[in-house]
Structure formats: C-alpha cells, structure tokens
C-alpha cells in the first residue's frame, strides 16, 4: 500500500506534492482538494470566465429547455471561437489541416477512447492551471518529476494543446456549462453517488489506514466513474462508492446528447476522497 504520511492530528488533507500553490479558481488547491471539500463543497468558479462570457449565461439562464440550451451553448461555442473557420482564428495555415478537430469535444472523446492518452494529458494539464491539482498518474506515476515518464507526460500535454485554438478557454467553458447544468439536474443537491473499478488497490495513494470499508484515497486530478456499480466492476477488481461533489463534474453523460457518448463516464476532478469499498 502506498500511504502518505499526514500529521496524525488532522484530518486526511491535500498533501503538497500534491498540488500548486497558485491556480486559476476561486479556493486555493489546498482547499478545493481536501477531505473537507468532499465532505462540504461550495461552488467552483474558474477565473474571468462569467464576467467573459456573461451573455452566455444570462441566454441560457432564459431557455426552458434542455435541448435548446444545447443547442444555444453549441453555436456559441462555434461562433466564439470560429470552429468551423480555423483560418480566421489565426491558425497556422500549414497545420491546421492536422488541428482543425482539435477542440473541447475532440479532448472529451480522447478522453473516453484512452484516458492516458495524448488528449487526456491535455485534460489532466487543464486541470492542473485551473484548479492547482497535480497530476498524479498519466501511464504510470509521475510523482518523480526527474523521471522519463513525467517528461512524456508534460511532452503529450504540450502536443494536445500546440496550435489550437484557445483550446483551454473551451474547456473553461464545458466545466461552467457542464455546472450550470448540473445544478438543475441533481435539484441543487451538493453531491452525487458514484462508483469506479480500481485493480491493485494497495498501489494507490492512501492518506489514512484503512477504517474496514472506509477508504482515503489521493485520487489522479482526473478520473472517470460511472453512477452503474455493475458497470464499475468491469472496470476492476475492487469498487469503490464515492459521494462526489457536483462541483467536481467536467462532465456527465448526456451533458451533449447525441455528441459524446463514453459509456456513461462521469469525468471527475480529483484530490483527497473518502471512499467505501464495496466490491473486494
């Protein structure tokens, strides 16, 4: 078992290895990250974007329904950020043939094809700038940062987001719709349950001993969980429930109906979670 060491006086925290000191949020990393947060979560807001983007949100705020605020957040989307006239946002002419797919719904769909791949770096990365959590693992741990593996890391982060489009604007974006949407769906309810497949369950990072069921797990910046446990186990040898706060949702199924599919993934925003293992 890989177990952190925390001042036995305090609850299971964020360690520092485990974090930025600055981001781009309303609380600090520090915070946002904690056992304490799970437990007692507030609205997270990312720096600037709805001050930025203010019309947006007071259009979708008047549209009754589901399908047609869709509708609206996509056009704004393709009109903001000229998605089908790369030319016009000033990409390079000579590659933008390669990146012209290179957008929020092309990150996302990576993301559930291979969440250790080139696109998820780009995820996890975004996670890293706004919210001040550290990647933890991107095919294998990357908590040595002189080793070859968080240098491939930081490598495929830099690919996934070279000469595109203002590409982590886009993902500020899809966080706060997936927010503002997300409060009408869970009725304003601070939490969701949810569960994940994990295998070699000692390997993962614990920041407190094992209480029978009850687990205290670090969890990578980004994971993905489904609210199916059946569904979970396939994923996995253990299973763990997880009272997920609604404010760490990137995204959830039918966020974009008829776009993203992933097999009915929660993308989830990491830091210190307790856990209950219900499937050993």
Known sequence: MVEIRQNPNRR???????????????L??????????????????IDGVHELHKALFAALAGIATKKQRYIHFTRYMKSSFLLDYPDQA???GRAHRQ???????HLLRGWFFDS????????????????????????GPLIDVSSANYWRFQAERVQAMYNTNSLEMQ???????????????????????????LNNLEYHEHLAPRRGRTLTLLLNNLNS???DRDRAETFGDHVIQVEVPVAKLLYYP??????????????????????????E
Request: charged content about 20%; overall charge positive; proline content about 3%.
């Open 12 to 26: 299971a925290s964020l360690p520092a290895g485990a974090r930025l000191s600055l981001n781009r949020c309303n």
């Open 28 to 45: 600090p990393a520090i915070i946002l990250g904690s056992l304490t947060y799970q437990k007692h979560p507030v609205e997270l807001k």
């Open 90 to 92: 000033g990409m390079d």
């Open 99 to 105: 990146r012209v797919k290179a957008d929020y719904l």
């Open 116 to 139: 250790n791949g080139r696109e998820a770096a780009a995820l996890k990365g975004w996670v890293e700038s706004r919210f001040g959590l550290l990647t933890r693992s991107h095919n």
């Open 171 to 197: 993902l500020d974006l899809i966080y706060s719709y997936c927010q503002f949407e997300a409060r009408l769906l869970f009725h304003n309810h601070d939490h969701t349950t949810l569960y994940r497949g």
């Open 225 to 227: 969980f489904t609210r």
């Open 254 to 279: 039918g966020l974009l109906p008829g776009v993203l599919y992933g097999e009915a993934e929660h993308v989830v925003i990491g830091g210190a979670y307790e856990a209950t293992l219900c499937v």
